[in-house]
């Protein structure tokens, strides 16, 4: 009885080090540019903020692997696989950007679900998430 369980435990253990692995992988990867950006904005710019936007949507779901919350990080593993970049928009301040990340979802009056709202922020080269409200 006692070696079923390890087995068990085992098994989960592995079941869930791949879940993270895939995770981390797809994060990883860069992502092609997907969304609606200003004519101001460069390719490497656009790659960047994409690439930025989807890794933190893949790193929610580890997170919430982390916490055993094993529904919400396939959910979430979901959402960041087909999510994109619906709206940015230069803040009032003209150092940041206001990015809405969304999926197609035409019973939306946009047509699109909002999953995250991102502001963003130029810090030398790169782009760096300032805050978000997810």
Excluded: C
């Excluded at 692995?21 to 950006?37: D, M």
């Excluded at 696989?81 to 009056?109: F, M």
Aim: proline share 3%; glycine share 6%.
């Amino acid at each position: 009885m006692r070696t079923r369980k390890k087995l068990i435990v085992w098994s989960l253990a592995i079941i869930v080090i791949g879940l993270v692995t895939v995770a981390v992988v797809l994060a990883r990867a860069p992502q092609p540019v997907s969304g609606s950006f200003p004519n101001t904005f460069t390719e490497s710019d656009k790659r960047e903020i994409s690439t930025l936007v989807h890794r933190d949507g893949y790193a929610r779901s580890i997170r919430a692997l982390r916490n055993g919350e094993f529904s919400t990080a396939w959910a979430q593993l979901g959402i960041a696989r087909k999510q994109r970049i619906w709206t940015v928009r230069h803040q009032p301040d003209g150092q940041s950007v206001w990015v809405h990340v969304g999926y197609e979802d035409n019973t939306q009056s946009d047509g699109y679900s909002l999953t995250a709202r991102y502001i963003l922020r130029k810090k030398g080269d790169a782009w760096m998430i300032s805050r978000s409200d997810i």
